[in-house]
């Protein structure tokens, strides 16, 4: 495997990106992997590396850095902890508008290396990034051929940008995962999204509910990892990004 960080040129600055992809029969398929509220760390980096393993030419990129923040290190569980409203006003501090100004930064850097195949991309968002992965998909639909949202907050909204608006202008096969537990994202917001996008025969997209787990599930490090469903969740974005980006 060949990684390296990189500083990206965007719109509001540079954003630190890693990037990890195979040493051998490029290029490779790109996937955009948007970081979760806790910000970057090696847990994430992991991730992206077994991503890179299925053979694909993974982008981390930290979306934090219009604040200058790369690394949060351990957060207290406890809601009231400094460290925890710092995280908290970090993600609310961003905007599907400013990430899909960094999509486009990231979509340009991989046209310009010949490890990477941009024509070919899928995108997976965690928690605050579901509907960016989402969004993604609608902003480059000639180009993202598979997007995921994993515990996806704020994917029925009232805003033109929601994510269950962009789903249909979007080419790419969607994939919903969605932790029955999830305070972030209830089971109503799931049900409205189910009903969404299932009223648009024109887009391919699954929601599928993870009994009985909470949100967070699929992180090795979090309290709610849950082994089963986490890799139930990697079967299932091996086998869309498979049948999407070859």
Not at 73 to 101: E, F, H, W
Not at 116 to 134: F, L, N
Not at 155 to 160: E, G, I, P, Q, S
Not at 209 to 221: D, K, R, S, T
Request: aromatic share 8%; glycine share 6%; net charge negative.
């Amino acid at each position: 495997m060949i990684e390296h960080q990189v500083e990206i040129t965007t719109k509001d600055g540079a954003t630190t990106t890693f990037i990890v992809h195979p040493e051998r029969d490029g290029p490779h398929p790109v996937i955009l992997f948007y970081m979760d509220a806790p910000a970057i760390r090696e847990e994430l980096r992991d991730m992206a590396r077994r991503f890179a393993s299925a053979g694909y030419y993974v982008m981390l990129p930290n979306l934090y850095y219009r604040a200058g923040v790369m690394e949060l290190g351990p957060l207290s569980p406890d809601p009231n902890d400094p460290s925890r409203q710092k995280m908290m006003d970090l993600m609310y501090g961003l905007t599907i508008a400013m990430v899909m100004d960094d999509t486009d930064s990231l979509v340009a850097y991989a046209e310009l290396d010949p490890a990477a195949d941009a024509k070919r991309i899928g995108t997976v968002g965690y928690c605050m990034s579901g509907q960016h992965s989402i969004n993604a998909a609608a902003r480059h639909a000639g180009r993202v051929k598979a997007a995921a949202s994993i515990y996806g907050t704020y994917l029925v909204t009232d805003k033109a940008d929601s994510p269950h608006l962009a789903a249909r202008k979007s080419k790419a096969e969607l994939y919903f995962a969605c932790a029955e537990i999830d305070r972030w994202a209830p089971l109503e917001m799931v049900e409205e999204l189910t009903q969404s996008l299932e009223s648009d025969t024109k887009v391919r997209a699954e929601v599928e509910l993870y009994p009985g787990v909470e949100h967070g599930f699929a992180f090795p490090q979090r309290a709610a990892y849950d082994k089963t469903a986490a890799e139930r969740h990697w079967e299932r974005l091996n086998a869309l990004f498979r049948r999407n980006l070859g």
